[in-house]
């Protein structure tokens, strides 16, 4: 999947979900060249993008907030598409797209950039999704230390679906924090989907396995499910074979089990009924 997240690679992981791989690039796909900028290089990357659209490519420009916000110190996409405009790129066709526009305005904006009327898109993540443009080649995120890995691996996909390289530009503020750097080092060094869901669920954690938490610590104490992989995979058929066998855990030798069970996941035994 192009969004993965930690809650649905450990359930495969867990052994409650039959799996089938798709791990190959579409016909004609070139890898994305992804680099990481910082707010001292931010020209740097601007320059790149400037330079690929002067050869008649695309660009999205992708920022976090719609609108300036007094409590938060972020680039947001209008005062981005007005820098652009005035002071940048005065000879080439800046426009802004957001959530907050009408459906109709937004799928003419969309419609005019596929026909190659816009040089450059300035956009929140309204973009991440259901967008082909093949002839968009670069695409430049600002504040990349605000967005999730599996968010970032999306809209870095809105690129590269053409036969043409393309970039993605990652630019973060401010100092990061370990998750932080962990996250932008994992999007740059991978475009492997399953590499990125890996990661993604060791820094987020996997969630609820019975519950509706997508991320976050699981009950469990000792176990690891990157690690313990093998150990997991040898509990499943083990597991799978004594349901079999004894499905309502009735026989003497297992209700310590069933009572252990019922101690441990009472708050979702209502949940595993209905199951």
């Known amino acids: 999947t192009a ?24 016909p004609g796909r070139r890898p994305i060249e992804t680099q990481l900028f910082h707010e001292s290089t931010r020209e740097t ?8 659209v002067k050869k008649g490519q695309q660009a999205y ?21 007005n820098e ?13 797209i957001h959530g907050k526009l009408k459906k109709e305005e937004r799928q003419q904006i969309m419609a005019d950039f596929k026909d190659k009327k816009i040089d450059i898109l300035v956009s929140t993540t309204v973009i991440e999704v259901g967008i082909d443009i093949p002839n968009a080649t670069i695409m430049l995120i600002e504040h990349a230390e605000r967005f999730g890995l599996a968010q970032l691996h999306q809209l870095r996909g809105r690129v590269g679906r053409g036969s043409q390289a393309s970039k993605c530009l990652l630019i973060a503020y401010n100092a990061l924090s370990n998750e932080g750097k962990a996250r932008l080092n994992a999007i740059v060094k991978s475009q492997d989907g399953f590499v990125i869901a890996e990661e993604d669920l060791r820094i987020r954690g996997p969630g609820d ?4 938490r997508q991320s976050g610590i699981p009950l469990l104490r000792v176990g690891n499910l990157l690690r313990d992989i093998k150990l ?44």
Do not use: W
């Open 61 to 81: 420009v992708v920022c976090p907030l719609i609108e300036e916000s007094e409590s938060i110190d972020l680039k947001a996409a209008t005062d981005v598409c």
């Open 45 to 52: 990357a601007y320059s790149l993008l400037e330079k690929d």
């Open 232 to 275: 997991l995979e040898l509990s499943q058929i083990e597991a799978f074979a004594l349901i079999e066998k004894d499905p309502q855990l009735t026989a003497p030798e297992h209700a310590k089990l069933k009572d252990m069970l019922h101690h441990t996941f009472r708050e979702h035994i209502k949940l595993m009924e209905i199951i």
């Open 209 to 212: 396995f019975m519950g509706t």
């Open 3 to 26: 969004t993965p997240i930690p809650r649905s690679l450990a359930l495969t992981l867990y052994g409650d979900m039959n799996v089938s791989f798709l791990d190959e690039f579409p």
């Open 84 to 96: 652009l405009k005035i002071h940048r790129f005065q000879n080439l066709k800046v426009q802004l």
